[in-house]
């Protein structure tokens, strides 16, 4: 229930912004929402998402690129 309430409250800018998360990196379905409702910020998601990865990796750099993107549009 509280999960489908979270997601009533999205509007479509922000539902996109949540589908982008999952997609592009295959991330829990609260995380995004955390980014959404800012409990975190998007420095704080794009740490956690890379803290598994080599410095300057392929995976890194494509989280990194992504996010940024997503970030971008959340800010437009």
Request: zero cysteines; a positive charge; hydrophobic letters at 55%.
């Given at each position: 229930n509280i999960f489908t309430e979270a997601m009533g409250r999205l509007n479509d800018?922000?539902?996109?912004?949540?589908?982008l998360m999952?997609?592009?990196?295959?991330?829990?379905?609260?995380l995004p929402?955390?980014?959404i409702f800012e409990i975190i910020s998007y420095r704080k998601y794009v740490t956690w998402m890379t803290s598994a990865f080599q410095p300057d990796s392929t995976d890194e750099q494509y989280v990194?690129?992504?996010?940024?993107?997503?970030?971008?549009?959340a800010n437009l």
């Open positions: 800018r922000h539902r996109v912004i949540y589908v999952i997609g592009m990196h295959h991330t829990s379905i609260f929402l955390a980014v990194l690129g992504t996010s940024a993107f997503i970030e971008l549009f």
